[in-house]
């Protein structure tokens, strides 16, 4: 029983996150597929794009399309042209880019007043009357709750004609112990599941050891 209550405080305590998405695809890209996906993740933070696009690479196992870190392609100490950039893409196999870029921030914010008091009392006699008096001492605490809430864009370009393929938008909300990294895991999995459901990447096939 004690465990199972130490569970149960873990996965309330944990941090978790949650995305809906929206996506189009153009129509010249319908019938494309694409089998090797650079993931290019537009955060200034070394450490969250890092990270992006390390939760990019996790959720494309459920696809036969292999995803590949910008940081191991696009170095962060070069600027390129697009020429440069479309040309090196091409050399290493890469048929598609997926642009992820932030679009806006903010939290919900929430507060709970807790009061608790003691009370103390007294009686005293006048005559047969028994009379009772006493005094309430209370405090107050107010909890403050934030909860992440991120909107993000995301653009797929087709290498080969350098044209955006595929368009998405997505609002992700996580709960009050939601960290960066819970809410682009949800974002990565939301999306990875939007390009397969528009046809753009394959999935692992049932009987895939993979």
């Not at 001492?137 to 797929?156: A, D, G, Y």
């Not at 809410?183 to 049932?206: F, N, Q, T, W, Y």
Request: hydrophobic residues 40%; aromatic residues 10%.
């Amino acid at each position: 029983m004690r465990r199972f209550a130490l569970l149960l405080v873990v996965i309330l305590l944990s941090g978790c996150a949650s995305t809906k998405m929206r996506s189009f695809v153009d129509p010249d890209f319908r019938d494309k597929v694409y089998d090797r996906i650079l993931i290019a993740a537009m955060y200034a933070d070394l450490e969250q794009r890092e990270t992006t696009e390390a939760k990019f690479v996790d959720a494309f196992e459920e696809s036969v399309a292999e995803c590949v870190p910008s940081m191991t392609i696009m170095l962060p100490t070069r600027k390129y042209t697009d020429d440069q950039l479309f040309s090196l893409l091409s050399d290493r196999n890469v048929d598609a880019v997926l642009f992820v870029w932030q679009t806006d921030y903010y939290e919900d914010v929430s507060s709970t007043t807790t009061t608790s008091g003691t009370l103390s009392a007294n009686t005293f006699y006048y005559g047969q009357t028994a009379n009772t008096y006493g005094t309430m001492q209370s405090t107050s605490r107010t909890r403050e709750t934030r909860k992440p809430r991120v909107r993000h864009e995301l653009n797929l370009y087709d290498v080969d004609t350098r044209r955006m393929a595929w368009l998405a938008t997505s609002f992700t909300r996580g709960n009050a112990y939601a960290r960066f990294k819970h809410l682009v895991e949800s974002l990565a999995e939301d999306a990875v599941d939007a390009l397969l459901d528009d046809g753009l990447i394959l999935p692992v096939p049932s009987d895939s050891s993979r």
